[in-house]
């Protein structure tokens, strides 16, 4: 009874492996009636973009500027005092009458005042510690009886004589002195003005300047 089962299998797993052989069997490809594939080898082109950048370059030049400076120039004016010559006429007029006719007669004097025979050449103020020191100088003195030196706190102001006595002349026709005048007891930084007078022995008198000076307490340290 054995047997028999095992063989009834045998023929079962025979007739199993028939079915599937004849189903192979419809997909077999002949591969000898097969046609052969050639592959062409295509040409693609390679398209590369290239995109450039161009930075623009800007270039900056510097800017110089100068500068010129400003120049101011300062003119000091020259004064000249020019005395003048004071000329006086005096005019005399006469009237006659005589038979309807009139006569008139005039005659006239002239008189001419001239001011001091001096040459000065130098007139300055120099200022110190509390104090101003005057000094001038003449090339030539005619008929000099002497000088008189005046001092103001303006160039407009009242002057006041500085000298008690009449400063005696030492210079003649020919030549002339040198003169020094110290100035003391003001004030610092205070400006002063000072004027010359020069005298002749007939009273006639001439006068010089102004001159100014400011005296400061720094001018005794020069000294």
Known sequence: MKTAGKKSKLI???LLFMMVAVAMSVYVIDVSAAQPITLQPVDVPLCFKTSTTIKPTTTIRPTTTTTCPKTTTTVKPITTTVMPTTTSTIVHATTSTINNTTTVLITSTTTTVNTTLINLSEFKAIPGDT????KWVTESEVDTEGFNVYRAESVDGQYEQVNDLLISARGSATEGALYIVTD????NRQ???????????????TM???VSATPRWIFGLLK
């Open 12 to 14: 079962l797993y025979f």
């Open 131 to 134: 104090a101003v020191t005057l």
């Open 184 to 187: 003391d007891g003001l004030t």
């Open 191 to 205: 400006a002063y003005y000072y004027k010359l007078e020069d005298m002749d022995q007939s009273g006639k008198a």
């Open 208 to 210: 010089h300047g102004p």
